[in-house]
């Protein structure tokens, strides 16, 4: 059923699944909450043999690089930022941080980037597949 989605939402509904893959690079998932995305990115990561890169991926590799410690990295993206946000250098620091992550994820091609804003970081990657999982809200209370 997935796969069916993944080619109608790629306008290849004529391609069969491995075709796909040969033309896919990147794959952002953005997802509503309660939608089962996180369980969807596994789901493809795994099928295709991508590379999944989530949250907890992106602040293992935050703190692996020094770059700041896993509380702060976990922090960043949550919740509505507020006016001073923007001044805060540590803050900015982490986004940038965040930001490169993603564009390498996505320079080393094959890979599934779960949320993070990922599908507007890279909006002009020319080997992108954007998707966003929904769900009606009976299965989102569950």
Known sequence: ???TALCNANNKTSKSVRELDKTMAVITISRQLGSAGDYIANLV???LSYRLVTKESMVRELTRRN???AETAREIGEGKP????RFMK???KSIYAIRDLIHEAANEDDS???GRGANLELKEH???LRV???ANLEVRIR
Do not use: E, T
Not at 82 to 85: A, K, L, N, Q, T
């Open 132 to 134: 966003r999982v929904i």
């Open 67 to 69: 770059v700041m410690d």
């Open 90 to 92: 540590n803050k900015s």
């Open 1 to 3: 059923m997935f796969y």
């Open 112 to 114: 599934v980037i779960l």
């Open 82 to 85: 507020g006016i001073f946000d």
């Open 126 to 128: 020319p080997s992108l």
């Open 45 to 47: 990561s795994s099928m």
